[in-house]
């Protein structure tokens, strides 16, 4: 398999898996625990619409670093900033002083991560085998989340949160020792034009941003608080997810590199919009809402390819991936923190969370006609479209 021959993308997607044990362990825990210790839903929601609004008002100190050391220090910065974020989350008690640090540590571990994430996995990759290495990410990480909403929300039941989030923010600073021996990747000084090949990626990300909040955050609380607000209920909820959801994404990765990019984004945003809808419907009923949970890994594991395929190999096709992915993320901190003031306006309003979980709906529409344009019936990416 000609994909494995990738020493840096592997190094990589180690780094992410081992990542992935602790996000889903304290990443899918992040919201709902806020809720279980008494801050509101709707400012749970404007909670993470501060988050985004800090990343995006801070992404732009990041470039002279990223100029100056490359995107591997960037990168490791970035991973050992998020394993800050596990204790002070632990001390958060309501609305106070701990939120605030939360929000604040939280802003500035991602601008310093994701942009750089992306940006490394865009410049490393191989164009003609990026769906098979993103839709393998995806599997992994499926079956990796079925360890860690398990071991999570039997902690936090029984050890409480104090012990749980330590032990995850160790596991994600132990997330850089496969980073150690990877190559760095430099940023140019200049790189004119960069910023507008990035249109592609902005438009896909800005309403990527808009699902996420309602595929995520807004389900997360939701479906917690369907099952009863039980941690190892939720947990296990989620567990059941990781469990179906990875061997679709590898199948739907050959696809994309097959040619096929089209009938893949069809496949798989048709699935997310009825999952949507099906979500909606289901939380009058905590079984129900466990059914409704079951499909997601296995849904964002094929509709996660479509979409980064194209951006990852418009991004290295871009005079600087770096660049690129700054104005994407800022993308996606604008649809995400728009969706989440839509989620807390609708909660606050006293209307049901299903209604905010079929915000997503339209936003995954919006994607579907991006990316059939782009791939169109060949399966080149171009990153001037």
């Known amino acids: 398999m000609a994909f494995f021959r990738n020493s840096a993308i592997n190094r ?11 996000l889903s ?9 806020m809720v279980k210790v008494g801050v509101p839903v709707p400012v749970a929601f404007l909670t993470q619409a501060a988050i985004l609004a800090g990343r995006f008002a801070l992404r732009p100190l990041i470039l ?30 309501g609305v106070g002083p701990e939120l605030w640090a939360v929000i604040a540590v939280t802003s500035i571990a991602d601008i310093f991560y994701w942009p750089s994430y992306h940006a490394y996995f865009a410049a490393v990759g191989d164009a003609e085998h990026r769906g098979h290495q993103v839709s393998l990410r995806e599997a992994a990480n499926a079956g990796i989340g079925v360890v860690g909403p398990i071991a999570a929300g039997w902690s936090l039941a029984t050890a409480g949160p104090t012990w749980t989030f330590w032990a995850i923010a160790l596991i994600q600073a132990a997330s850089v020792i496969p980073l150690i ?23 896909l990300f800005l309403a990527d941003g808009w699902l996420g909040a309602a595929f995520y955050f807004f389900w997360q609380v939701a479906l917690f608080l369907a099952v009863g607000s039980s941690y190892r209920a939720y947990g296990g909820a989620m567990a059941l997810a990781a469990l179906l959801g990875g061997g679709g994404s590898l199948l739907l990765g050959r696809h994309i590199d097959a040619g096929g990019g089209r009938r893949a984004v069809l496949i798989a945003y048709g699935l997310a919009i009825g999952l949507l809808v099906f979500r909606a419907l289901s939380l009058g009923s905590p079984w129900l809402a466990v059914a409704a949970n079951a499909p997601g890994t ?22 600087c991936p770096f660049r690129f992915h700054m104005m994407s993320e800022g993308a996606w901190d604008i649809g995400g923190g728009a969706g989440c003031l839509a989620g807390a306006a609708v909660t606050a309003s006293g ?35």
């Not at 970035?78 to 989350?89: D, K, N, Q, Y």
């Not at 990877?182 to 902005?202: Q, S």
């Not at 194209?310 to 096709?317: F, Q």
Request: hydrophobic share 60%.
């Open 298 to 319: 296995l849904v964002a594991a094929l509709y996660i390819p479509a979409v980064m395929a194209a951006v990852y190999n418009a991004a290295k096709a871009s005079p």
């Open 12 to 22: 990589l997607n180690l780094h992410y898996a081992i990542e992935m044990l602790a």
């Open 25 to 33: 362990g304290g990443g899918l825990f992040f919201l709902v625990f």
């Open 64 to 93: 002279p670093l990223a100029i100056r050391y490359g995107l591997k220090p960037l990168l490791i910065a970035g991973t050992l900033g998020i394993a800050a974020i596990f204790p002070l989350l632990a001390q958060v008690h």
């Open 351 to 385: 209307h049901s969370l299903a209604w905010a979980v079929l915000l997503g709906a339209p936003s995954a529409i919006v994607t579907v006609v991006l990316l059939t344009r782009h791939y169109g019936p060949r399966s080149a990416v171009s990153a001037a479209e």
């Open 181 to 203: 021996g990877a190559p760095n990747v430099t940023v140019a000084k200049h790189a004119p034009g960069a910023f507008r090949y990035a249109r592609l990626g902005v438009a």
